[in-house]
């Protein structure tokens, strides 16, 4: 007699993280080149759905083998979203489009990605740290 295959998930988590990862990276970069056109209020709109996907990315996404990269790399980027604001002076070329300078754009979608890596490195950070303490 023929084994039964086990019925198939509903809800895929990886699904779910994968395209809220992806989601969040779209927005991130999009919103960092529009965000010198939209007012504060959509400002802090696409800042929350930054937030909340990288909240659903820190939960679903990132598994354990993976914790260190991640975490490294999040490092690397808050620190190098920093540095960007030394990109200022470049704000003087301009693409163009009124007066929007290159070093603008570039802060703004860095600072945007670091808004969505933030939550999700937390939350990794967190995971890490309290299964370091529940193996002992």
Request: proline share 3%; glycine share 12%.
């Amino acid at each position: 007699m023929a084994a039964k295959k086990a019925p198939k998930a509903r809800f895929d988590t990886m699904k779910v993280g994968h395209y809220s990862f992806v989601a969040g990276i779209a927005i991130a970069v999009t919103a960092g080149i529009i965000n010198q056109f939209l007012g504060a209020g959509q400002v802090s709109l696409v800042t929350l759905a930054l937030v909340l996907l990288g909240v659903i990315v820190g939960f679903l996404n990132i598994q354990t083998k993976e914790r260190e990269p991640f975490l490294i790399a999040a490092i690397a980027l808050g620190t190098g979203s920093i540095a960007t604001y030394a990109l200022d002076p470049l704000n003087l070329i301009s693409i163009g489009i009124g007066s929007i300078g290159i070093g603008a754009l570039f802060i703004g979608m860095v600072g945007n990605i670091s808004i969505f890596v933030a939550p999700a490195a937390i939350i990794v950070a967190i995971k890490t740290i309290w299964d370091l303490g529940s193996t002992r």
